[in-house]
């Protein structure tokens, strides 16, 4: 009996290794799995293939951790009350949830980046109260700081979910401090040595103008805020739709940019986003059957997280090239950086357009009132106001890349290391427990 006992658990342990064996080797592969999806980046191809011309899916396995820089220290400026007061703000839900109480699947936010031009505002809200399906979205207006009578036009809307943002930050929100002016600042072409004055002048020997930085900060702050640091946006990994307060939306905007965005993936794999216009901001597009990939443009553009995980890891090169656009700073050297040519999506014919001759950092201060008539002069034909895209057509390419590109040196005013130092803490302010100066 003894024998027979020891030959049946010997037969049991030799059943049993196998087992044990498949066992541990699942263990290892969940865990190296588990690892895997911790990782800050996947390589670039499979970045690429992954989520570059992603698809309408809001919710996209996208990477959450990101690279930083273990020798730089983010500090913000200690905040007025104003500023907090703003940044109080910032966390208020979205209006219009009870009218608007589901954001269906496919649904793209929209960023409406706004500064202090109260007329072109009005004609933007309008046209996007025109557009077909807007009630899906949530429109997000980030604002340069405060001014009440851009804050009273976007407390009017009722035509969707709409959050406002304040860049708490703003240079209009510190008038006697950086980031606006410090008594002790250098102006224009001074020699800080010998007017024993701070900052540092750009490549062409001028120092910093608060009004025109401004530019520059709130396009970044706004950026790193609305993926990283919104609730209603961090987990959001969709492509979110960028405007500004002087472009014109057509009815037909919003549906355009979803089947653009549904037809990325397959259509033009290698698109980083599309535009709802050519990136020629005075062109009406071609008018031809198919599809235009080209040179990424500053007019109704939409990415996803993968993207701006990209453009964020280019965050030293856009905050240190001494050019104070923002969006000559990509043109010139984020988007050079990838590596390949930065394409779009968009269809033959825009559906928005660029109006106005105020610039932007021509307010409506007592001293540099930008006077126009708040008339936006774009005609509207009837195929403007519906769907005009067809999955059938065609991608034509523009390989030639025209306007600003790689090897210009930029038209400065973004010379000042405390403005580039300010630029990173913005990168970095969403990821740090408490990046505020002591």
Not at 47 to 52: D, I, K, T, Y
Not at 54 to 82: E, V
Not at 215 to 236: I, P
Request: charged content about 20%.
């Amino acid at each position: 009996m003894a024998t027979a006992s020891s030959h049946h658990r010997a037969r049991l342990r030799s059943r049993a290794a196998p087992l044990l064996a498949v066992v541990v080797l699942a263990v290892l592969a969940l865990t190296a799995i588990l690892r895997a999806s911790r990782h800050d980046f996947v390589p670039g191809a499979a970045r690429a293939a992954a989520g570059v011309g992603g698809g309408g899916n809001n919710h996209t396995i996208a990477q959450r951790k990101i690279l930083l820089d273990p020798d730089f220290t983010p500090r913000l400026p200690r905040q007025s009350a104003l500023s907090l007061s703003l940044s109080q703000r910032n966390a208020l839900p979205p209006r219009n949830a009870d009218r608007f109480p589901r954001l269906p699947d496919g649904h793209l936010n929209i960023v409406l980046y706004v500064h202090n031009r109260p007329r072109y505002l009005r004609l933007v809200v309008d046209s996007l109260s025109r557009a077909h399906g807007i009630g899906e979205a949530l429109l997000i207006v980030s604002h340069d700081g405060y001014f009440p009578e851009m804050d009273k036009i976007v407390q009017t809307i009722t035509f969707c979910q709409v959050k406002q943002i304040f860049a708490p930050y703003s240079p209009h929100l510190f008038p006697e401090a950086f980031p606006g002016v410090s008594s002790g600042d250098c102006q224009g072409k001074d020699k800080a040595a010998e007017k024993h004055c701070q900052g540092d002048p750009d490549q062409y020997g001028n120092h910093r103008s608060p009004r025109i930085v401004s530019l520059k900060h709130h396009w970044w702050w706004m950026m790193n805020t609305v993926w990283d640091g919104l609730d209603e946006t961090r987990d959001f990994d969709g492509h979110i739709l960028f405007i500004e307060e002087d472009h014109y939306i057509f009815p037909n905007a919003y549906r355009n940019a979803q089947l653009l965005v549904d037809l990325k993936p397959s259509k033009c794999p290698q698109c980083y986003a599309i535009n709802l216009a050519p990136s020629d901001v005075k062109a009406k597009g071609e008018g031809w059957e198919s599809l235009v990939a080209e040179k990424m443009g500053n007019i109704g553009y939409a990415f996803n997280r993968t993207v701006w995980r990209k453009i964020h890891a280019k965050a030293k090169q856009f905050c240190t090239f001494d050019e104070y656009n923002w969006d000559i700073t990509m043109w010139a050297t984020v988007y050079p950086s990838f590596g390949s040519p930065v394409y779009s999506l968009r269809g033959p014919r825009r559906s928005a357009a660029h109006f106005g001759k105020c610039g932007l950092h021509q307010g409506q201060g007592l001293s540099n009132v930008c006077v126009d008539n708040g008339d936006a002069t774009v005609q509207l034909d009837a195929i403007d106001k519906v769907p005009n895209i067809k999955a059938n057509w065609p991608v034509h390419i523009i390989k030639r890349q025209e306007g600003y590109q790689a090897g210009f040196k930029g038209w400065g005013g973004w010379g000042d290391k405390r403005d580039q130092e300010l630029c990173l803490s913005f990168a970095y302010m969403h990821h740090f427990k408490d990046p505020s100066s002591p």
